[in-house]
Each structure stands twice: as C-alpha cells, then as structure tokens.
C-alpha cells in the first residue's frame, strides 16, 4: 500500500493497565510501529492514579513524538501537559472542550455509527472523530460502523476519521483505503506479545 494511503496508528491504552508493567509494554510498541497518537481513559475515579497514569505514559508518548490524549478529563489533559482530549459524547461537548484547552489541542469525538452525530463534531470543532465498533467486541450485538460509512465520510468531509473496535487483519485491509486512523487497543493489550500482534493485524498493510 502506498504510504500516503497507509492509514496511521491511533493506539488506545487498556483501561485497567499496571503502572508497574504497563509502560514497559507500551514502550516496546512505540519503538516498534510508528504511531501517531496514543489514548487512554483508566477505569476508576481516583484522581491520583489517573494523574501518576497521565505523567508516565506522556513521558513515553512524548519521548518517542507521539501525541497523547485523555478520555473526557479535561482538568488531567490541561494539568498533565498532555496533547488534548478524547470525547465520548458525539457531538455535545466538543465546543466546551475546544474553549477550555485552547486551539492548539486535539479534540476528538467517538461517535458511535452516526454520520450525523460525526457531521456535528466535525461542526463544532473536532479534529477528528472516531466511528465504531467495526468488528465483533464485547458488546455483542452493538450496531456496527460498517465500510460504507467510512467510504462517504472520507469522500465528502474533510476531518480525519478513525475506525476503531473490533479490528481483524481483514477488516484493517477493508478500511485502510478509507480510514485516516486505525484505533487499536483491546486487540493486541491481550496478547503475550502485544508488539508481534500488532504487527500481524497490520500485516495487510505491507
């Protein structure tokens, strides 16, 4: 695949990683793929561990030029010198998210399988948004952001768009052509060796 319609990596952090024994793995990755943007949202509310979360995986990512943003925390993206913040929300806080960490930020808006709802991101300021899940996950029977929806949006709007969810070797060879992103997390985080599965899910990529 030529390399500008090679889609770039948009890895999402597991949200109950180990302090201890995550960064060592995530780095082995960075140095491994190149990757674009790193993301993460930790399943809890303790401020403190998300903070100590924020400070060692951004010392990572930014060590290696990757960008890193926060789910939802605006305080921690704004606190914690990271890049910006990942929204779950479409559309709705797009705008107060853009007025809180400035113009130079990354805000961007997972938007479920929803043209609309990616069309008011795009609307209010989003630097990218994301669709998904593409693929089988935990959620069973969740509606699926399917190829055509890609196909249209990077057609007809100009924001960079990430597939994200469920990813599989053939799907990453379905979306490459229309997706500017790849989000993966779940699909590697699993493995004993999470920088070998990557490159195996991107194997289709050449």
Not at 118 to 146: I, K, S
């Amino acid at each position: 695949m030529a390399a500008q319609d090679r889609p770039q990596i948009y890895l999402v952090a597991p949200p109950d990683l180990d302090l201890e024994v995550f960064p060592d793995r995530l780095a082995r990755v960075l140095d491994g793929v190149d990757v674009a943007c790193l993301r993460f949202g930790l399943a809890t509310a303790d401020a403190d561990r998300i903070g100590r979360a924020a400070d060692g995986l951004r010392a990572i990512a930014h060590e290696r030029d990757v960008a890193i943003v926060v789910e939802t925390h605006l305080l921690v993206a704004e606190r914690h010198g990271l890049d910006g913040v990942h929204l779950t929300d479409g559309a709705r806080t797009v705008r107060e998210a853009r007025k809180a960490l400035g113009a130079d930020a990354i805000v961007g808006a997972f938007c479920g399988v929803t043209r609309h709802e990616g069309m008011n991101a795009g609307e209010a300021g989003a630097d990218y948004v994301a669709f998904g899940p593409v693929g089988e996950t935990l959620l069973g029977g969740a509606a699926r952001a399917d190829r055509d929806l890609f196909a249209w949006w990077s057609e007809m709007i100009e924001v960079p768009v990430v597939a994200e969810g469920g990813l599989t070797a053939a799907l990453v060879a379905e979306l490459a052509p229309v997706a500017d992103f790849l989000g993966i997390g779940p699909e590697i985080w699993g493995a004993e060796d999470p920088l070998a599965a990557l490159r195996a899910l991107l194997a289709p990529l050449g």
